[in-house]
Each structure stands twice: as structure tokens, then as C-alpha cells.
């Protein structure tokens, strides 16, 4: 039986064809039948299209794709990504891995992804919804869109603004439908969003590394001491998920080092202010210029090349190539964007003993979440709302009967933390927290089982293909 880093590789990168060469890795690992093992790989549904938008006295063309992975749950769940460089099977390989991303962290949907190619910079807010619209139309007329059906939510380029736009709309084309606001995630609050889910995936980040560092075995056979507290992080990205990738690892005690956005990057040993940081590329443009770096680099790959213990790509793929994996210095790589890392450097950097804690894992907090808002969505109430009075009152109870009967007085701040029930953003957190932290020892399990899984991202597809192969056979397909 072959090992991970002995399986061959294009040199070309096909993002898709990657991600069907991880699940083959993993299925040498299981003993399923191989055409079951085709349908796992397959996409079940890919929707290419396009339609006018009118801008001026002109038209313009708008591409864009929706793919349905895998039916094997329902619905499928998958963001929308809003980018020039979208295309299908980019929007094909981000579908598959949201299909074993959900079953790795135990969430029942089946993965889906859209693509509009377009650079949101370029149109005005009336364009934007305008194409948002349109699209959500597009779903709609052919079935690719529904809170049973196909669930959207935000992706590289979009965000609450569009959620709030695609949940208009098919409220307006489904009146009287109940769970109509199910249909999307990451809306606003105010459009029954949920508390947290901005953060979410930033958030899983953290925890992912946390976890992956506790483990004193794993960190004493790369070097390092167990935990997070002074390890020195390198984040690509400062949007959305490396902000708060940046900024929960900083609060469990990590040092970031080094910022690269797509102008530059920045680095000091001595630790980076992720705030002032962002203030300054808020105001300036551009991270490069910032007055506390001690290097930048006019060419953003540099900067993941300089001294740290845990790189965190929260970009796009295909960042981490075999053109610059040598270069890499840092022990562990969590992969905080969809597939940075090709197979080739991945296999290269596992070879020379680092650790990649895989992005359909890393970056699950996202899906989590959503899965959470889908969840009070189809259940109209909020987290928390029907409990937290009745946990304060009991708690409140429970303390003025230690009161009276030990004459131990406790402060009113005292009183205030023991006696506080949980609000949703603190019952979101803590499901979040939950799932990443049993996820990654069931992923580590795996590999811990069988000396030939060499890393976390086979031990991964393993445990995904399992629990998608025993969907499809529970559904009667295959005996």
C-alpha cells in the first residue's frame, strides 16, 4: 500500500483534480467498492450560466456557476464566491471539499459552491445587488436554491450585504413559504442571522491550531513546546478570516509576526498590532508603509517565507506551491483559505517532518455556524431565548442557598458571572468550540491508527468517505 507522499501528482495545478487525488489517497486506506468510491468524487449537479445586466446604456454578461456536490444529505450548503478569477472548476473542487468539510465535523449537509466572475470592486452597490439578484433568480427558476434544497452563504467577495439580498428575493418569489429565511446563511441579525457567524471561521481557525498544539507528543517531534502561548504566527489575508484568525490566536496567546496581503507584507519577530495593523492598510491602502515592521516585502510570498512556527494562509489557493515550499520556514501550516497548499508541496512538507492541519477541517467554523442559523431559522426562535431567564433564577437560587447556609457572602460582581445565563453568541461559541475540538482528535485518531496515514489531511478524507459511503449505502444505492 502506497503512502500519502508516494502518490503522483500533476505538476500543473487543477484545483478539482486535486481534491479528487486526496479522497484516492484516503481510499487506499478503506475498503469500499470503487464504483461507490466515483460516486463520492463525482458532482452530482453542475449549473453553468449566464444573463444581461444593464449598466448604463450598455449590457454586460455576467458568468456564473452553481455546483451541488453530493446529495447524499440534504440540503447541499455552499457560499458564493464573487471573483474575477472564478471559474468552474474552481467552483467544482470548493463544492467537493464542502462535502467531506461537512462530514468531517459531523454537519448534515451535502456541499455545494457558487461563482459569480466578477471583481465586486469594479460595480456600484446597484450593480452589485443587481447581479445578486439576477443570480438568485437563476437558482431559483431551475431548483438550486431552498432551505431543503441548496443552502447559500458567504464566500470570498460577499458577505451579509448579499445574503440579505439573496434572502429578499426569494422571499418575494416564495410568499407564505415559513421557512423561507432558511433558504441563505450569514445574513444580518437583523434579517434572523445569527450572533457569531462573521467571526465563525476565523474562530475555528484558532481552535483548530489550539488543539493541533496541545498535543505535547506531536509538538515535542517538531521541536516546540505544547500550546499556543509565545508561538510566533504568520497570517496571509487580513480579510474576514484572517483578521480573526489572527486576532482569537492572539488572545490564547500567540505572537503574530508577519501580515502578506496581496501588495505586500510585513514582519517583526517582536509581534505585530493586529488592530493597528488594519487601521493603518484601512487608511493607507496598503499594509506596506506601516512604521512598526522591521521588513516588508514588495512581493507578498516573501513574507510566508520568514522565521514563524505556524503559517495561517487565509487567502486563496494554490498559495504554497513546490516552487516555494522549501523556502518555508514555519513547522505548522493551517490551512485557514480553501486548498493553499497543492499536493505536491503538501506531500513535500510532510515528508520533511511539518505538520498541515487541512482546510476542510481548519476552516469548518464557517459551515458550522451557518449550520447553527439554519437550525434557528427552521426553528423560529432564538438561541438561548427560551432558557437564559430560568438558568439566572436557578443559579440565583442555588447561591443564596450556599449564602445562607455557609455565611459565605459573595460580591455583586461575583454574584453577576455565577448567576448569568448564556446569551446565543456564548451557546454559538461554545458549539463551535465543541465541534472543532472533537473533530480534530477524531481526525487525529485516525491517523494515529494506521502508521502509513501520514497526515491529517488523509486521516481526514478517511474519516469523510466513511461517513459518506455508510449515507449512501443506508440510502439503499449500494448493498
Not at 410568499?175 to 450569514?186: E, H, I, K, N, S
Not at 501580515?259 to 493607507?284: M, P, Q, W
Amino acid at each position: 500500500m502506497a503512502k500519502a507522499s508516494e502518490v503522483i501528482f500533476t505538476e500543473e495545478p487543477h484545483f478539482y483534480d486535486d481534491v479528487c487525488q486526496y479522497v484516492d489517497q484516503a481510499a487506499q486506506f478503506t475498503n469500499h467498492d470503487k464504483g461507490l468510491l466515483n460516486q463520492i468524487k463525482a458532482c452530482n449537479s453542475v449549473y453553468r450560466f449566464q444573463f444581461p445586466i444593464r449598466r448604463g446604456n450598455s449590457f454586460e454578461i455576467i458568468h456564473a456557476w452553481r455546483v451541488e456536490h453530493s446529495h447524499h444529505m440534504s440540503p447541499t450548503k455552499g457560499g458564493i464566491r464573487y471573483s474575477e478569477m472564478v471559474n468552474e472548476d474552481e467552483v467544482m473542487a470548493l463544492a467537493a471539499l464542502m462535502t467531506y468539510k461537512c462530514a468531517i465535523v459531523n454537519v448534515p449537509f451535502g456541499g455545494a459552491k457558487g461563482g459569480i466572475k466578477i471583481n465586486p470592486k469594479n460595480y456600484t452597490v446597484a450593480e452589485l445587488e443587481n447581479i445578486t439578484r439576477r443570480y438568485t433568480v437563476e437558482l431559483i427558476k431551475k431548483n438550486f436554491i431552498g432551505p431543503g434544497i441548496d443552502v447559500p452563504a458567504p464566500d470570498y467577495g460577499s458577505g451579509e450585504r448579499e445574503m440579505s439580498w439573496i434572502a429578499d428575493t426569494y422571499l418575494t418569489m416564495n410568499p407564505g413559504q415559513l421557512d423561507a429565511l432558511g433558504c441563505v446563511t450569514g445574513k444580518p441579525i437583523a434579517l434572523h442571522g445569527i450572533a457569531g457567524r462573521r467571526e465563525a471561521t476565523g474562530r475555528g481557525v484558532a481552535y483548530a491550531i489550539r488543539e493541533c498544539v496541545s498535543v505535547a507528543e506531536d509538538m515535542k517531534a517538531l521541536g516546540l513546546t505544547a500550546g499556543l502561548a509565545g508561538k510566533k504566527v504568520i497570517v496571509q489575508g487580513l480579510g474576514n478570516v484572517g483578521y480573526h484568525s489572527a486576532k482569537f490566536l492572539i488572545e490564547f496567546g500567540a505572537i503574530v509576526v508577519g501580515f502578506c496581503e496581496y501588495e505586500g507584507a510585513i514582519y517583526n519577530e517582536n509581534g505585530l498590532d493586529l488592530d493597528d495593523v488594519f487601521n493603518h492598510r484601512k487608511s493607507t491602502g496598503s499594509i506596506l508603509g506601516y512604521p512598526k515592521a522591521s521588513k516588508e516585502f514588495k512581493d507578498s510570498s516573501e513574507g510566508l517565507e520568514q522565521d514563524c512556527d505556524i503559517l495561517v494562509p487565509a487567502a486563496l489557493e494554490n498559495q504554497i506551491t513546490d516552487k516555494n515550499i522549501a523556502r518555508i520556514k514555519a513547522k505548522i501550516i493551517a490551512e485557514g483559505a480553501n486548498g493553499p497548499t497543492t499536493p505536491a508541496a503538501a506531500a513535500a512538507f510532510i515528508e520533511n517532518g511539518g505538520i498541515i492541519i487541512p482546510d476542510m477541517y481548519a476552516n469548518a467554523g464557517g459551515v458550522t455556524v451557518s449550520y447553527f442559523e439554519w437550525l434557528k431559522n427552521l426553528s423560529h426562535v432564538a438561541f438561548g431565548r427560551m432558557g437564559r431567564r430560568y438558568d439566572e433564577n436557578s443559579n440565583i437560587n442555588i447561591m443564596n442557598m450556599v449564602e445562607s447556609t455557609t455565611g459565605v457572602t459573595l460580591t455583586a460582581e461575583q454574584r453577576a458571572m455565577i448567576a448569568k445565563g448564556a446569551t446565543e453568541l456564548e451557546i454559538v461559541n461554545s458549539g463551535l468550540e465543541d465541534t472543532m475540538v472533537r473533530s480534530y482528535h477524531e481526525i487525529r485518531e485516525i491517523k494515529m491508527s494506521n502508521k502509513k496515514i501520514d497526515s491529517l489531511r488523509t486521516a481526514a478524507f478517511i474519516g469523510a468517505v466513511d461517513k459518506i459511503a455508510v449515507s449512501y449505502m443506508n440510502m439503499g444505492i449500494w448493498p
